[in-house]
């Protein structure tokens, strides 16, 4: 796998640089890099018909381009997951929660689950569970004189 996904590294990096060449050496049609480099002076710098061989060379550079592409992205993937455990999957599905019940069942809850509040609170965020009430002072009793 290691040295599949080298190739397709280096392939790709070869088909980049040779449609940078591709798309540099066209004849620009509005000036662009091509006059930048010297391509502005001549008509055809390689021949009469170079215009629509550089553009199928360029279509078929592409093309390769974005398969080596997709080929280096799946092999990258498959590497990355080589040496994982897929997650394993849950022991007991979860059951459904019974949701506005609370009044069907004479204001009891719904047994096996949470329900809605009775009266629909003011807001679906949870809150706090509520402090338990402090205990009552002990007081000693009067004593007799």
């Given amino acids: 796998m ?3 996904l080298s ?5 790709f990096i070869l088909v980049c ?3 940078i060449m591709l798309v540099l050496i066209q004849k620009g049609r509005g000036g662009g890099l091509a006059s930048a480099f010297g391509g502005g002076g001549g008509n055809t710098a390689f021949g009469s018909k170079t215009g629509d061989v550089l553009t199928w060379a360029t279509s078929i550079a592409f093309g390769v381009f974005l398969l080596t592409a997709i080929a280096l992205n799946r092999l990258a993937d498959a590497k990355h997951n080589e040496g ?4 394993p999957a849950a022991q007991q ?3 459904s929660i019974p949701v ?3 009044n069907q069942n004479g204001g009891q809850a719904a047994p096996g689950g949470p329900t809605a509040p009775a009266k629909g609170g003011d807001t679906s965020l949870p809150q706090p569970v509520p ?3 402090a ?3 002990v007081t000693p009793p009067p004593t007799q004189p």
Avoid: D, Y
């Fill in 84 to 87: 994982r455990m897929p997650a």
């Fill in 2 to 4: 290691g040295f599949v």
């Fill in 135 to 137: 205990p009552k002072p």
């Fill in 131 to 133: 402090a338990e009430p």
């Fill in 7 to 11: 190739l397709t590294v280096v392939l």
């Fill in 93 to 95: 599905p979860m059951g």
């Fill in 17 to 19: 640089l040779f449609l």
């Fill in 100 to 102: 506005g019940t609370a």
